[in-house]
C-alpha cells in the first residue's frame, strides 16, 4: 500500500519490468487527473512501452504479434472516466491472462477506482470489481484508496475530495 495508484503503478512497473518491455492497447494510453499518464509514468519507471493496436481497437492478436523474449508485462489499463464508444474492441483482463499463461508473462491491471461492491445492483453502471479483477487472473492488480474508498489524499489532489 502506497501513497496512490500512480505510486502503485510506478512501484510495480519499475520492479516489474525495468529495461524490458510492457504491452499495452493504444486505447489505453490514457491521462487521468492532473498528471498521470500512462507513457510518462511508463518512462519513468526505466519500462519500455510497446503500444499496439488502434485508439478504438485492440484485438488479443495485437498483443500476441508484439510479444518478445523481452516482454516483461502485460498491462491493461481501465480507462475510468474516459469511454471510447461505437466501433470498438478491447481485450479484456481475461483474454490478457489466457496469452500470459500460454508464454509465461504476468498480467498487471490498473484498475484505477478500485470498485469493492457491484455497482449494477444500485443501478448504476457497470465498473469491474477488484475481485472480478483478480478472479480474472490478473497477478498484479493497482486501484486508488481514495476514489471510492475515501481514504486520505496527498495535498495536491485535496480539491477532489472535496468535491
Ligand atoms: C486515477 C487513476 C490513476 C491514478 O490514481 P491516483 O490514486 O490518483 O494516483 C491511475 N490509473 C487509473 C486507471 C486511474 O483511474
Avoid at 520492479?15 to 500512462?38: H, Y
Amino acid at each position: 500500500m502506497v501513497n496512490n495508484n500512480a505510486s502503485a503503478v510506478l512501484l510495480a512497473l519499475g520492479t516489474l519490468a525495468k529495461g524490458k518491455e510492457v504491452i499495452v492497447s493504444r486505447g489505453q494510453l490514457v491521462e487521468i487527473g492532473g498528471s498521470f499518464r500512462i507513457p510518462e509514468v511508463m518512462e519513468q519507471s526505466g519500462a519500455i512501452l510497446v503500444d499496439v493496436g488502434a485508439t478504438n481497437k485492440t484485438h488479443p492478436r495485437d498483443y500476441r504479434s508484439a510479444v518478445t523474449g523481452e516482454t516483461a508485462l502485460l498491462l491493461h489499463v481501465h480507462t475510468s472516466n474516459y469511454r471510447i464508444v461505437g466501433f470498438t474492441r478491447e481485450t479484456t483482463v481475461e483474454e490478457l491472462v489466457e496469452l500470459g499463461s500460454e508464454y509465461k508473462i504476468p498480467v498487471m491491471s490498473d484498475l484505477g477506482s478500485g470498485f469493492l461492491v457491484d455497482l449494477a445492483k444500485y443501478g448504476l453502471p457497470k465498473e469491474p470489481s477488484v475481485q472480478e479483477t483478480v478472479a480474472a487472473g490478473a497477478d498484479v492488480v493497482t486501484f486508488s484508496g481514495d476514489k471510492l474508498l475515501g481514504g486520505p489524499r496527498p495535498a495536491s489532489s485535496w480539491a477532489r475530495n472535496t468535491i
